[in-house]
């Protein structure tokens, strides 16, 4: 396997399992021996299940997908930091060699309550997606497809809605926030649209929308500790949430 | 503005904002009116200058404003505080927060409280003297003579070192509190955030710092 030294760690794990979203739940300690440093920590995880699965034991469940940094689905609370200990990177992107031989790694769920868990380490984050269906979307022209040089944006718009549009929806800025806020998130869905001309339509009532269904959710409110920041995988800036309150207050004003 | 908006999130975090700048501009007067101590003219023109404050009726009309967005201030971070609380009902196990924020960003619940304490303890030494239970005679300019209740109060050691130690957790509350005020209200920019930035640090060091060093040399007897 890669270009690794071929170290190998034992590890003690801490897992939180959780029956279904009504059980109460509790931590349980795994050894885990031999695992390569070359190793992403699901791939370490698929090692403890199927260990676990061969014990006849119930495999631990927890949420990925693309397992390449994309997706935004795996979602490990580890040792203290949304997606470990690395800056700028998913849990399916932090590799084992970021630990060190007899290290304890304690896992948890995303805490919120808007994010229930589901089962074990997998919480279900379609309060996410409520506040998407409630604004974050753009009104298009039927017919034929427009020529895409036709709207003039200006480069720096261009790049800075880019940017806001990296967010994976991966919630690790609610998970970070002493306040289980989830506005960066919602910052970077409001601000990539509010940044392009083909944003401007439902402008004031997508934010209206989007921050009133954000407090249903009962996700926290913002103190700017900047947690979400320092820990979100896709490096999204304060900055949009300056935009957001900037857009908010616009918008109840006028 | 809609009553929506007030009972938004962002909507409640503005009001901390607008009280929060509001109380900053408040700490410049108070800091500016009290360092006429400094002149160590035995408080004269120190009491000329708070004669002015209690006798001026714009001035005493501008402390219940005052009061209003201090209380203000302290009700709206007891909601925020409680409904955050409620956003995380079952805590982690382990939390590294120094790894993503500073101590003191995670703390103004605290600093704030602390800060509510001394207030008490000083409105009682000085503002309930001055507007109800009297000051202690004149000074030669025939002005009321709050620069005696200083230095009586400033004799007292515990004084010295609570009033000390409460210009340490404001600087630290400032030093959070200020920019992210202006976060709050979305003034964000390029240019000009790094420059807000900076004032903040700077105001959030001085102003306690002038503020602290008035009891110490007091005490010390290098202002007499
Ligand atoms: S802002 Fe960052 S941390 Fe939050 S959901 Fe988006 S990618 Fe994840
Ligand atoms: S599994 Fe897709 S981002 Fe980690």
């Known amino acids: 396997m890669g270009s690794g030294n071929g170290e190998l760690l034992n590890l003690t794990l801490k897992v939180w399992r959780q029956k279904n979203s009504k059980a109460k739940g509790s931590f349980e300690t795994h050894q885990l021996k031999g695992i390569s440093t070359d190793m992403s920590f699901l791939e370490m995880f698929d090692v403890l299940n199927e ?114 549009a990296a967010c994976i929806a991966c919630g690790a800025c609610v998970a970070a926030c002493k306040n289980g806020s989830a506005m960066l998130f919602v910052s970077a869905k409001v601000s990539q649209l509010a940044l392009l001309p083909q944003g401007q339509v439902e402008r004031k009532e997508r934010v209206l929308k989007m921050v009133q269904q954000m407090d249903e959710e009962g996700f926290g409110n913002c103190t700017n500790t900047g947690a979400c920041e320092a820990e979100c995988p896709k490096e999204i800036s304060l900055e949009n949430i300056a935009r957001l309150n900037r857009e908010m207050i616009g918008a109840s004003l006028t | 503005m809609s009553q929506g908006f007030l009972k938004s999130s962002i909507g409640k975090k503005t009001v901390m904002a607008l009280t929060g700048i509001f109380l900053i501009s408040f700490l410049v007067v108070h800091c500016f009116i009290n360092s006429l101590i400094f002149f160590n003219d035995g408080g004269l023109t120190f009491n000329t200058g708070a004669n002015f404050m209690a006798h001026n009726w714009l001035i005493r009309a501008g402390e219940l404003v005052l009061f209003a967005g201090l209380i203000l201030h302290i009700i709206q971070a007891l909601i925020l505080t409680i409904e955050n609380r409620k956003a995380r009902p079952i805590g982690y196990e382990m939390v590294n927060g120094n790894a993503n924020s500073s101590w003191y960003s995670r703390s103004m619940g605290l600093l704030g409280t602390l800060l509510l304490i001394f207030l008490i303890i000083h409105l009682t030494h000085f503002w309930v003297k001055s507007r109800f239970t009297g000051l202690p005679g004149e000074d030669a300019n025939g002005h009321e003579n709050l620069y005696a209740v200083m230095q009586t109060t400033f004799t007292m050691l515990w004084v010295v070192v609570v009033y000390t130690l409460a210009m340490v957790s404001l600087a630290y509350h400032l030093l959070h509190g200020f920019q992210s005020a202006f976060q709050t209200l979305g003034l964000n920019h390029k240019k000009y955030t790094p420059l807000i930035k900076n004032i903040g640090v700077a105001f959030s060091i001085i102003i306690p710092f002038i503020f602290a060093l008035m009891p110490i040399l007091m005490y010390a007897g290098v202002i007499k």
Not at chain 1, 74 to 96: D, E, F, W
Not at chain 1, 136 to 152: C, E, F, K, R, W
């Open chain 1, 51 to 164: 260990k676990l699965i061969s014990e006849n034991k119930e495999a631990i469940a927890f949420d990925h997908d693309c397992r390449e940094g994309i997706c935004g689905m795996c979602s490990m609370y580890i040792n203290g930091r949304p997606h470990g200990p690395k800056h700028a990177v998913t849990t399916c992107q932090l590799h084992m060699r970021s630990f060190k031989n007899g290290d304890t790694i304690i896992v948890e769920p995303w805490r919120s309550i808007a994010f229930p868990v589901i089962k074990d380490l997998a919480v279900d984050r379609g309060a996410f997606d409520r506040i998407i269906a409630s604004g974050g979307y753009v009104s298009v022209n039927t017919g034929n497809a427009q020529d895409a040089n036709n709207i003039l944006i200006p480069k720096t718009a261009a790049d800075e809605s880019f940017s806001a």
